[in-house]
């Protein structure tokens, strides 16, 4: 059987509001798994125990959370799974994706926040030093009754994000299915042959030849530019992959497995776990109690 279609969401921002925010107190998060084509920023408090889904990406909370997604196909949610607070405060920031156009984010006062809306395709996590340093701004942002000054606070909250350093990406790109963004044309041309023919026996030899490199220098360089062997940016990407199809499709593990490029059933359970901290069939299992019927 075929996995339910997961919630659209239209959100409430109007076409002539530059975004829509909503700041409240609860005792439960009851929205559903969803996705919408806006961009969302989502701060949590008090909600240590909550389980955040994002794209592939399960993780259990703190006392703080605060995420921006800026992928339009990128499912999320938060649940309470075991946080028994009654008091979690909650503020959410729609924006559309086109309040920043493409001619103001390649502006060199724009670089960072156009970097930080690149990731946030995965969905982007920071840091509990970057949301106490934000805190202040995000609730006086909350109350801010003149628009004008809204917005400005509003961009300066963007930019005071783009500059932390401590930020992660949650989900995998395949699964996130965003669009890469790299500097090395090089690279570029590895990473979209490996995208293409991930499915096949990939050599180390292919690879280098491809960019006219020795299989030596070729694993210092792209190692030094991705931060990343080729076989973990290999594996990445399958496992990726992998998770969309245990989400998507009604395929077996055992052809899931030979599908995605694995040659092994033990093999990729043993990866799959490492990776994922669960067998393929308890995450397979886990994700679609969280999806629901449109």
Request: aromatic fraction near 10%; glycine fraction near 4%; proline fraction near 2%.
């Amino acid at each position: 059987m075929f996995a339910p279609t997961i919630l659209q969401e239209i959100t409430p921002l109007s076409e002539k509001d530059c975004f829509y925010i909503v700041d409240r107190t609860k005792a439960t998060f009851t929205f559903p798994m969803h996705k919408h084509a806006d961009f969302e920023l989502n701060y949590v408090e008090h909600a240590e125990g909550t389980r955040r889904i994002v794209g592939d990406s399960i993780e259990i909370i703190g006392n703080y959370d605060l995420v921006l997604i800026s992928g339009k196909e990128l499912e999320h949610t938060w649940e309470n799974y075991q946080c028994t607070s009654k008091e979690i405060h909650e503020i959410t920031i729609q924006f559309s994706s086109n309040l920043l156009s493409p001619g103001l984010l390649d502006k060199n006062q724009f670089k960072s926040i156009k970097m930080m809306l690149d990731l946030a395709q995965k969905g982007l996590v920071f840091p509990l030093n970057t949301i106490l340093s934000v805190r202040s701004l995000l609730t006086s942002l909350s109350h801010e009754k003149q628009g004008f000054y809204a917005v400005i606070g509003f961009f300066s909250l963007l930019y005071e994000l783009s500059l932390s350093n401590d930020s992660r990406t949650l989900s995998s790109s395949s699964f996130a299915r965003s669009q890469s963004n790299i500097e090395s044309r090089r690279v570029q041309k590895i990473h979209d042959y490996l995208v293409q023919h991930y499915t096949e026996e990939i050599r180390l030899s292919q690879l280098a030849e491809n960019v006219n490199m020795t299989e030596a220098a070729f694993s210092r360089f792209f190692k030094q530019r991705t931060g990343k062997s080729v076989t973990d940016y290999l594996l990445d990407i399958r496992i990726g992959n992998t998770i969309r199809l245990l989400v998507d499709s009604s395929q077996t593990i055992g052809e899931i497995c030979f599908s995605s490029g694995f040659n092994n059933l033990s093999n990729f359970n043993r990866i799959f776990r490492k990776r994922k901290g669960c067998s393929p069939k308890e995450f397979r299992d886990n994700y679609h109690k969280k999806k629901v019927l449109v």
